[in-house]
Nanobody, 111 residues
Framework: QVQLVESGGGLVQAGGSLRLSCKLS????????VGWGRQTPGKQREMIAT???????NYADSVKGRFTVSRDGAWNTVYLQMNSLKPEDTGVYSC?????WGQGTQVTVSS
């Protein structure tokens, strides 16, 4: 069992920044990657960023160059730094390990 708890969402103006956190607990030692997914209104949830235990990162084209995923050394917390936010980034952001998803945190970007 894995528990994932996100925080850091909120309301921000276009062009602003937010930093999301995902606190991991439970049986996380056996998994090699953590991802961030985004559910935007009217669309299916998409995976926008992933990071592996060795630090390899991947990004969806929609966020590449603006978002950065990172982790602490103990693999307890994974972060998503979001810069140059756009109104279309509005949605619920959740972190993922294998079959588990957190409850998510709402990000709203006003124009």
């Amino acid at each position: 069992q894995v528990q994932l708890v996100e925080s850091g969402g909120g309301l921000v103006q276009a062009g602003g920044s937010l930093r999301l956190s995902c606190k991991l607990s439970g049986r996380v030692s056996g998994f090699n990657a953590v991802g961030w997914g985004r559910q935007t209104p009217g669309k299916q949830r998409e995976m926008i960023a992933t990071i592996t235990r060795d630090g390899t990162t991947n990004y969806a084209d929609s966020v590449k160059g603006r978002f950065t995923v990172s982790r602490d050394g103990a693999w307890n917390t994974v972060y998503l730094q979001m810069n140059s936010l756009k109104p279309e980034d509005t949605g619920v952001y959740s972190c993922n390990v294998a079959f588990w998803w957190g409850q998510g945190t709402q990000v709203t970007v006003s124009s």
